[in-house]
């Protein structure tokens, strides 16, 4: 089926999917959000794909939830819908992996869907933020909790409590964000790192980064536990011989789950 409001487009073993609502800053509406929801579910049923580019355009990622679409909701078309944990969280429970590659704004529920990705590489360009304090309301799918782990309480508050912008360095030097290029590299890197886990074990790449998530809900020990336990699991593939014996045999490996 057709996707009116997202480009989805398969390269080797990488897709990238663009958010594309130029007029309104690709604010996130409901129906941009289950094609979204949609599309990564054919991705993630795709045997052909290891990794996944999320993206908008040079001028916005997103600039947060559509806000003429949520003007007029009340507590309970929010609370009994539950839209926003329906499609934007699909985000969240995709189980390959999942780069942002954010250029221009990236606010509010913007800046909490990168956040959802396993992780983001900036354009030199990019301004995120969490202005939902300006609109009377909070971040609501995710923002204050993962801003506060990925750069710490004391920013996570100067951003959400006063609303302001960070730039792309001030990203970088946090923690938000895991490179920084020129505004034309943008998407060339975002695809050499997607190439590059694309061309892994699947099931290795699919147990990293559920044992990096883990790690944020566990003690320490619980999650060097399933982390051992996870290393331990893999010794139950092809791929484990295959990537070692690769190595010993001083060839690339050729992984069979990928
Ligand atoms: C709906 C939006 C929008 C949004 C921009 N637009 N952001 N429409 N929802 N979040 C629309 C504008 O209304 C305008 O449409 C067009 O996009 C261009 O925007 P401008 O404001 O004219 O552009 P500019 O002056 O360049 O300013 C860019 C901007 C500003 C700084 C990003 O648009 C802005 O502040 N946007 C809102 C950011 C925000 O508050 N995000 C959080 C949303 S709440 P027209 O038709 O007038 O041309 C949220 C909650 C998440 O995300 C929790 C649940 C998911």
Do not use: W
């Amino acid at each position: 089926m057709a996707y009116e409001l997202i480009e989805l487009d398969r390269d080797g073993r990488v897709a990238t999917l663009r958010l594309n609502r130029p007029k309104a800053l690709n604010a996130l509406n409901a129906e941009m959000m289950s094609e979204v929801a949609r599309a990564l579910a054919e991705l993630e049923a795709d045997d052909g794909i290891g990794c996944v580019i999320l993206t908008g355009s040079d001028k916005a990622f997103a600039a947060g939830a559509d806000i003429k679409e949520m003007v007029d909701d009340n507590y309970l078309d929010i609370y009994k819908t539950d839209r926003f944990e329906q499609n934007h969280c699909s985000i969240e429970r995709f189980r390959k992996p999942i780069i942002a590659a954010v250029s221009g704004y990236a606010l509010g529920g913007g800046c909490e869907i990168a956040m959802m990705c396993d992780f983001i590489i900036a354009s030199n360009t990019a301004k995120f933020g969490q202005p939902e304090i300006n609109l009377g309301v909070i971040p609501g799918i995710g923002g204050t909790q993962r801003l506060a782990r990925a750069i710490g309480k004391a920013k996570a508050m100067d951003l959400c409590l006063t609303g302001r912008m960070m730039d792309a360095a001030e990203a970088e030097h946090s923690g938000l964000v895991a490179r920084v290029v020129p505004v034309d590299d943008l998407m060339d890197t975002a695809r050499g790192a997607a190439n590059k886990i694309a061309g892994h074990s699947q099931p290795a790449n699919m147990i990293l980064k559920e044992v990096i998530d883990a790690g944020y809900e566990l003690t320490l020990r619980e999650g060097i536990r399933f982390e051992r336990r996870m290393f331990q699991s893999l010794f139950a593939t092809e791929d484990q011989k295959e990537g070692m014996n690769a190595f010993i045999e001083k060839r690339k490996p050729h992984f069979k789950h990928r």
